[in-house]
């Protein structure tokens, strides 16, 4: 049975027909659309390395069937930087060395940006800590991880004050 | 995966109907399906996806003081819906101590209740498990086994429940509202889970088709909203299950202890009311004596399935701390660290001395 | 609290530029962040089909029946390679000519070794149809009991344990050395078996193209690699093409080419197609190499000042039925502490499972806990402070060898880690500290060691005529940050600002730069960089000294600097011509030359190498409920020069995890009926979390080590996990009282002995 299905990826829309339901959203992304920085780590949303956001929130997309999210609006990391200019969490994250092999990264950092935009861990390093514990890294960058989304974070309440300045 | 069927509909009946059949299963995120799916321990052949249907995804409060949660409501946004974290905080803290931030942004409070258990040999299809296969045996009764059940289980199944969510829901009356081929029902969760007896494949009492599309907390659940806790011990800081958890629920007055409600996880094969412990409470003071009393109620009848004698004692400890931490009140915000044993950590000086 | 990235720059290191010894960050690091990063599972050729592995759910007997049909006729499945109908290799899988070759499960018969081997593979036009055709074999088999642990059989002693070492060293008497000791420790630890766990699953994508091959592969090792390849299909290696620009994590375990990737060479030839077969993370436990289990026992004797007399480290561990390698845990006490006897052996049983594998710190991280654990049991029966006892004991020079060290800044390591973590004031007695909450505090520490070793690198180097240059090594970069650090000695060595400077590496047609394993990369193919960068430099210097339009003529070679692109007269700067009008002048387009990095067997022979380092671990313990929390680890490490502070203190804070994992975390649990691991996943089992690091810092101690190499680099990738583990076992004794000797430390450790 044929689906047609209608996503809206990193803000370009794509009609996507698909063959087989059983196709995830992650397998949808690296397999089909070709967009490889979202990683397979373990394929059964245990490491964190296919985070991607859909509707502005992150979840793993390997436990999420391509056919169920019809019409949703994904982004992943190929969408995060503008052109040669990076992303904030993207800047951070080198600045502050938080990864080695790069593998977990993408998933790092959009489960970064997620976190940033749930609004709950604020500048608290436990808090940050916690919320990005569903992201393993098997290298161990998570001091310079951890590090990175404080930077950013401060950043962001930086420009606040300034914007209400 | 096998291939599926794969149907959405727009309609509860027409969801039932699709899902009474054989073989059907009911997909909302998926987060466990999916998983179980992936590792050939779930076949179905059809897939009801009932992530459209209308009018499931909401929180509603009752006239009664209580709440309805709609099924497909997120555990991230049920967690953190500021009125839901303040008038059921042990609940809203049990939802944040399982699983990561990104299942939690996916999972739905239906999919919560029915998730299944982590049992290694459950998971491992080449193993023997009546769960998967009625009548073929139980590896893990003289298997690796120190994280089995030490309550409920039988000789047929030794599996735990792994939710954190259901184990303040059962001590608060929590109440599963269904949708099913006969029409509406509820079903109490503390009766949701069926103990396996010889029948451990049937893990709930529902029929096929049938669909939970309500969850609901009484009013008088809130009474207990400023001394509430859930606990858990795991063998790391965050995203693991629970070795061992417990929830306590206070009301307290005039410094006596008018109603307590209590509940483990991580010890049997459904969520475990302590009616029997509660009753002990009943009129006491919170001290530890009491505490340790209780305890030991809701343990009277445990007795380890294998090497997880240790389990019963930890049991114990881990719901005197719930207490404990109960009667110190509820925080006023959700700790970093949301069930952990160490609440914050300091960040040491080495200028700065420990007391001894 | 961010410790400072110190510069390591001293007068001696500047000879040529100042790249070396600056933090900068990676070069790869835009490709990284944005996703572009290619690694070997993103590619797709045109034409590509997918490959999945179906792996034996039995642990030893023989495959009997595979339902063939079932699986193709699943829609999409194009053909299912089995033993019947493989393509034919030109050597034995089997077959070992030398001790690194290890055998490998190619389909080559019915037989089942162990539980996850290979038996089929299934290749589809979709991941999904393959997954699922795998599925459908539904193997039938004829099992024989599974030998599962330690105690599983007739343990012998192996002829040689880690990669090629004695399997027994003696020295001294240690029996008389136990029978003088007025304290004595007689204590057994087990460790148990770890799985690498990459984040990135082994993966392959294979092309033929006549009796060419083109693979995109995660490789430590491309030359290896290269000639496993060749070998197994009887094509030269030129022939075969390794792209391996990027490795998701190795850890040990991409070290030499595994069963499962030379499976998708060979799915490829069979359909005659490109095939990319990816493992699934359940099947890494098994084909891919582990580090096995161990019981360690170590007996130590003291005087009365706490003075060693006898050390004594026994190790048992497991290889497969039908190879070896044999983790060498015990050999951690050959250097670390001084003894007038020292005895280590091993002995080993062959167990059901896949063969054991280097796994980062080989037997220095297995051996490191049990030893930092015993010498802590041994200070305290001395009633002596563990750092106190550690100095006494340091060892001026190697012990058993007796050859002094190249360099050992050990002590500057305990001094200013302990002044960091706030050692001294620790109390000498456990179970003395608790936090405000209640919660047990214990401080616990362990020494740190690494051999500092070289193997063999070639470089290739050339300047051009607008005056960049370029450097060429077939290096390897896991995560270490190779790509920059050796970029950072290319340039000093071309005497090149970074930006002129081209570096390529990460494929198998450049020259062989040696396996990215043993710590030794950055030394070996840095060295071999360093001397290539010199060789053109020499190069250019003769064209310009010996060329009488050029402001150097007559300056000699001894007389000529190379700095930002120029070459000075040494004794007057004001006289300096760039490369490119060097070049320019003698009518070239280039100039090139070839490097070589290796150790010197005099140096060698002459001093001990190592790296040093001490580690400080801060535990808290719920008194009640057993949990654990490693609140902060302090680590201050001596390991020559280095090259880049910013990739290095990475480096030791992933080691510092990894041991804080081995004491706490890790374990694969194996049923001992079926053979099978119950928690072949990332689920249950555990590495740590980010909530699990609350505080790391590295202190990297100045040491200038001139007979390592002429770089003066140790290499820091492994170290970090010895000291470390032993650290917070030592923590956790601290803080509750409880001596817990089998590893991870588990709830039930420390519940069961406070009821």
Known sequence: MNFSISLTVNGVRRDVELEDPRVTLLDLLRERLHLTGTKKGCDRGQCGACTVLVDGRRINSCLALAVSHDGADILTIEGVARGDQLHPVQAAFIAHDGFQCGFCTPGQIMSAIGLIGEGQAGDDPERVREGMSGNLCRCGAYSGITDAVLDVQKGLVEADRRRSA | MKTFDYVRPTTISDAIAAAAEPGAAYLASGTNLLDLMKGGVSRPHRLVDVTRLPGLDRIEHLPDGGVRIGALVRN?????????????????????????????????????????????YFYDVASACNKREPGAGCDARNGE????????????????????????????????????????????????????????????????????????????????????????????????????????????????????????????????RAH???????????????????????????????????????????????????????????PALPASPFSSVSRSDPGEIYEA | MKPEISLTQTPAHLRHGSNIGQPLTRRDGVLKVKGEARYAADNHPPGMLHAVLAVSSIARGRVTFLDVQAAKSHPGVVDVMTPANKPPLAEDPDAKTN????????????????????????????????????????PRYQALPARVGLDAGESFVPPAIGIGNPSEVRHGDVEAGLAKASKRIDATYETPTQYHNAMEPHAIVAAWDGDTLSIDTPSQGLALAQGRIAGLFGISPEKIHIRSPFLGGGFGSKGLISGPQILGIMAARLVGRPVKLVLRREQMYGPVGYRAPTRQTIRIGADGDGQLTAIDHHAKTVSSTYDDFFEPAADASHTLYASPAIATSHEAVRIDTGTPLFMRAPGEATGSIALESAIDEAAQACGMDPLAFRLKNYAEVEPISGKPFSSKALRDCYAQGA??????????????????????????MGTATFPALMFQAEARAVVRSDGSGLMETGAHDMGQGAWTAFAQIAADGLGLELDQLEFRAGTSDLPDAGIAGGSSHTATAGMAIHNAGAAVIAKLADLATGDEHSPLFGAGNAGVVARGGHLFRRDDETRSESYAEILGRAGLTQIEARGNGAADPAAQSTYAMHAHGAVFAEVKVDPDLGQIRVIRLVGA???????????????????????????????????????????????????????????????????????????????????????????????????????????????????????
């Open chain 2, 76 to 120: 991230a946004d049920l967690a953190h819906d500021p009125d839901f974290a303040k008038s059921y905080p042990a609940v809203a803290e049990a939802l944040l101590s399982g699983a990561s931030a990104q299942l939690r942004n996916a999972a739905t409070v239906g999919g919560n209740l029915l998730q299944r258990t982590r049992c290694g």
């Open chain 2, 145 to 272: 086994n120190r994280l089995h059940a030490v309550l409920g289980w039988s000789e047929a199944c030794i599996a735990t429940h792994p939710s954190d969510f259901c184990v303040p829901l059962v001590a608060l009356d929590a109440v599963a509202e269904i949708e099913g081929r006969t029409g509406r029902r509820e079903v109490a969760i503390e009766a949701l889970h069926r103990l396996p007896g010889d029948t451990p494949e049937q893990e709930s009492v529902l029929e096929p088709g049938d669909l939970i599309v309500a969850l609901r907390l009484p009013g008088e659940a809130r009474m207990f909203s400023t001394h509430a806790r859930y606990l858990k011990v795991r063998e790391r800081t965050s995203y693991a299950f629970a070795i061992v958890s417990a929830t306590a629920a206070l009301r307290i007055e005039q410094g006596t202890i008018r109603d307590a409600r209590l509940a483990l996880g991580g010890v049997a094969p459904k969520p475990w």
């Open chain 2, 276 to 334: 029997q412990a509660e009753q002990t409470l009943a009129g006491s003071s919170p001290t530890p004596a009491a505490f340790r009393r209780a305890a030991e109620a809701a343990l009277v009848d445990a007795k380890p399935s294998g090497d997880n004698r240790f389990k019963i004692e930890l049991a114990q400890r881990i719901l005197v701390r719930a207490l404990t931490l109960a009667a110190a009140g509820t925080p006023e915000r959700m």
């Open chain 3, 99 to 138: 001790p690194f070759m290890f055998r490998l499960d190619l389909l080559q018969n019915d037989q089942v070794r162990y539980a996850n081997q290979a038996i089929a593979v299934v290749i589809a036009q979709t991941l999904e149809a393959a997954t699922e055709g795998a599925a459908l074999l539904s």
């Open chain 3, 419 to 444: 002044e960091r973590f706030g050692w001294s004031r620790r109390p000498l007695a456990p179970r003395q500290l608790r936090d405000e909450a209640g919660c047990l505090v214990g401080w616990g």
């Open chain 3, 637 to 755: 490490f001596a390991a020559g020069r280095v090259i880049n502070p910013r990739l290095v203190r990475s480096q030791i804070f992933g080691g510092m995890i990894w041991g804080m994992s081995f004491a706490l975390h890790e374990q694969a649990v194996m049923d001992r009926r079926s053979g099978r691991t119950l928690n072949p996943n990332l689920s249950e089992y555990y590495v740590p979390v980010n909530a699990d690091v609350p505080s790391l810092e590295a202190l990297m101690i100045d040491e200038h080590d001139p007979h390592v190499n002429a770089l003066g680099i140790k290499g820091v990738g492994e170290i970090g996990i010895t000291g470390s583990a032993g650290a917070v076992a030592n923590a956790v004794w601290h803080a509750t009282g409880t001596r817990v000797r089998r590893f991870p430390i588990r709830i039930e450790d420390l519940v069961t002995a406070s009821s």
